[in-house]
């Protein structure tokens, strides 16, 4: 048995919290290649490693003195390595390269990274165990996007020379020959390469939250925890904003058939989330897990007889693709066709995609509309119950909530209910009260 264990912030944002993860390693020796994040909040003020990095960058960019910030970020982990008594092991030259790098040449990622990497440092110190350098196993193509390829080739060669190692999450190296970074929370993205390339049984993913919760915990006062969801469901809700892993978490693992686990940190007792490929585990819910995101616009066209026009929709989504914007649902009526896209693709090119959708396929009118939030109920128990969109509707009624746009999709597993942003937080509740609390 082999597991690959990622502490996300909030497990790592202290010394104290470092000896909880290394008392949950060292309770089962299948943990063996650790996947630390940057050191997150220890209060609900407090300010993540990584976004200080991130001002420290730009304050260095703009030409500014970066003494004084990069003195706070290492108090940090000066913190950490006093309280866990490393003696011999000091991070000072690290900073001295890191302070060089940031003054001569600043570069976003390479500052971002930084936090993994020190942490990690301080991890393997702390465990005895190898550090591996990410910019050397994990590789980025000209795109951006990770290279499946040479990354699997390479980390596995190294993860066979050592038995138990640290590989810093967040970054690789890029195309360039420079740091790159994964987007916000790529931790969780990293933590699942190294589990398949080291052909891991398990990939647990170490959070503050009990697992996966039915809810937003911040919208909904202590929702339950889903027990199994599979990674179907929980890349619909990881879209849809439910932000516990990174929504490209799932992708190396699930083509390995690797089971994530969630679990806590604070309550290492308890068993989390499973997110597995497929289950027969019998649900306690028809529903598995309700999230939502805000700031969707909808572009409203309507054309006589557009139902029979060969090519109408093709011309459409062509004005959206000529600006670069990319759409999310599309529900349609005879005459009618939705289009539902993020505001922050849009707007700043609603004209050039208004002028766009009237020069291709002409239609009688456009009309857009801002302030959607989108709420999408997830679980693969619809398909075998009846009445959900109704009960759905009904809860929503209740509330006065004016739905704005309904959409099943075909594989019945997940209902898309738009809703004005002002509805957001009471529509999630009351659509958690009919389905989990009033079951
Ligand atoms: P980490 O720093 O460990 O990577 P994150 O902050 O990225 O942790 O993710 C955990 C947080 O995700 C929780 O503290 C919680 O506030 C938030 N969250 C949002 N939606 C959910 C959900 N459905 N279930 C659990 N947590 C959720
Ligand atoms: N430290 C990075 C962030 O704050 C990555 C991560 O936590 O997964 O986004
Ligand atoms: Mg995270």
């Known amino acids: ?30 943990r063996v290649y650790v996947v630390p994040s940057a050191p997150g909040k220890r209060f609900s003020d407090d300010t993540k490693v990584t976004d200080m990095l991130l001002h420290v960058y730009k304050t260095a960019s703009e030409g500014k003195d970066i003494d004084e ?99 810093p999450g967040f970054y690789g190296m890029g195309k360039n020959g420079k740091v790159k970074t994964f987007s916000r929370g790529g931790s969780d993205v990293t933590g699942s390469i190294v589990a398949r390339a080291s052909k891991a049984d398990v990939y647990e993913n170490w959070t503050d939250v009990s697992g996966f919760l039915v809810a937003d915990p911040r919208i909904v006062d202590s929702p339950k925890a889903i027990k199994f969801i599979t990674y179907r469901e ?19 693992v699930r083509r390995a058939g690797i089971p994530i686990n969630i679990r806590n940190t604070n309550k290492p007792e308890d068993e989390g989330t499973w997110i597995v490929e497929s289950t027969c585990q019998k649900q306690d819910y028809v529903v598995t897990g309700i999230a939502g995101k805000k700031d969707f616009c909808t572009v409203f066209i309507t054309k006589a007889m557009m139902n029979s026009e060969i090519g109408f929709g093709r011309k459409v989504l062509q004005a959206f693709e000529e600006n670069s914007i990319s759409f999310e649902h599309m529900p349609s009526g005879i005459d009618t066709m939705t289009i539902v896209v993020h505001a922050d693709e849009f707007i700043h090119k609603e004209q050039s995609v208004i002028s766009a959708i009237h020069r291709l396929a002409e239609p009688d009118s456009v009309e857009i509309e801002s302030g959607l939030a989108l709420i999408a109920v997830v679980g693969r128990g619809m398909k075998s119950a009846s009445g959900t969109a109704g009960k ?28 004005n942003n002002k509805d957001f937080d009471t529509a999630i509740k009351a659509i958690y009260e009919v389905f989990i609390e009033k079951k």
């Open 392 to 419: 759905l509707c009904t809860a929503l009624a209740k509330k006065d909530i004016n739905i704005k746009m309904i959409d099943q999709g075909s594989s019945e597993l997940n209902i898309i209910v738009g809703v």
């Open 234 to 252: 929980l890349r619909e809700l990881s879209y849809m904003g439910a932000s516990v892993l990174h929504e490209d978490a799932i992708f190396p």
């Open 69 to 167: 910030e990069i003195k706070a970020i290492k108090a940090r982990y000066d913190e950490i390595i006093t309280g866990l008594e490393l003696k011999d092991f000091s991070l000072d030259e690290d900073f001295e390269i890191i302070k060089k790098n940031l003054k001569e040449e600043p570069e976003v990622d390479y500052a971002a990274s930084r936090g993994e990497y020190l942490n990690g440092k301080i991890m393997a110190a702390y465990l005895g165990i190898q550090f591996i350098d990410a910019a050397e196993v994990i590789f980025f193509n000209e795109e951006g996007n990770l290279n499946d390829y040479k990354t699997e080739k390479t980390l596995s060669a190294k993860l066979k020379q050592y038995d138990r190692a640290v590989v």
């Open 1 to 30: 048995m082999k597991k690959v264990v990622k502490f996300g912030g909030s497990s790592l944002a202290s010394a104290e919290q470092f000896k909880k993860v290394k008392n949950i390693i060292d309770a089962d020796e299948s």
